[in-house]
């Protein structure tokens, strides 16, 4: 069964709107999670390693200020795309691992923004 | 600079033969890689993985293969089902950094 669940799994909104995305480990506490983001045809890239308590690590290239990041507790992340506009359109997934050692990360279903 | 790569974009294989998915990585210091499966409009579906202290690695119909001195790995699906048909994407790590580089992925098709 799914380890990972992702909410919501498809937006559309108009140009300038927030939305802001959950993440959650099921049945596990994960200190730290991730958010990929994926253009059609493409490979999943990673934006950025959110930390429990902490600030998340941006990859180059990834705005904060635009894709707002908060781990407020051990099994919930979320990502907020902040005024966003048809190029922010993309699939956004998350994933967590579970504690210790050379763990698999297990992703969620994936959030599919349209931006009008 | 694409650190990992899946050079074929799709393959086709008939049900029952042996499906064998190829990944090249340029970076010596991952030393983790993994396998997973995604379909349509999901999140990727974790298969197998491999550390570099192994060379081979099997679960069940999946077998993962490390050549540490060529930086390749491959993926063998046997035998193949209708149901393995999907998108299937390489990735590494370097152990302790969690960060996942992933391939661009290859579209397995699986013809009954």
């Known amino acids: 069964g799914a380890v990972v669940s992702q909410h919501p799994s498809w937006v559309i909104c108009k140009s300038g709107t927030s939305v802001k995305i959950e993440c959650r480990s099921l049945?596990?506490?994960?200190?730290?999670m991730f958010w990929y983001r994926q253009f059609p045809k493409q490979s999943l890239m990673l934006m950025a390693t959110?930390?429990?308590?902490?600030?998340?690590?941006?990859e180059q290239g990834v705005e904060k200020d635009k894709f707002l990041i908060n781990h407020a507790s051990l099994t919930l992340s979320t990502l907020t795309v902040t005024s966003a506009h048809p190029e922010d359109s993309s699939f956004y997934i998350c994933?967590?691992?579970?504690?210790?050692?050379?763990?698999?990360?297990?992703f969620g279903d994936g959030t599919r923004l349209s931006i009008l | 600079d694409q650190q990992v790569k899946q050079n074929s974009p799709s393959l086709s294989v008939q049900e029952g033969r042996i499906s064998i998915l190829n990944c090249d990585y340029t970076?010596?210091?991952?030393?983790?890689f993994l396998w997973y499966k995604k379909y349509p409009a999901e999140g990727p579906t974790f298969l197998i993985s491999?550390?570099?202290?192994?060379d081979k690695n099997e679960d069940g119909r999946f077998t993962v293969f490390l050549n540490k001195s060529a930086k390749h790995l491959s993926l063998h699906i046997v035998p193949s089902q209708p149901g393995d048909s999907a998108v299937y994407f390489c990735?590494?790590?370097?152990?302790?950094?969690?960060?996942?580089?992933f391939g661009t992925g290859t579209r397995l098709k699986v013809l009954a």
């Open positions: 994933s967590a691992s579970f504690p210790g050692g050379n763990q698999p990360q297990h």
């Open positions: 049945d596990f506490q994960a200190t730290t």
């Open positions: 959110s930390n429990e308590g902490s600030k998340a690590t941006y």
């Open positions: 970076n010596s210091m991952f030393d983790y």
């Open positions: 491999i550390s570099s202290i192994k």
């Open positions: 990735a590494a790590s370097e152990s302790g950094t969690y960060k996942y580089i």
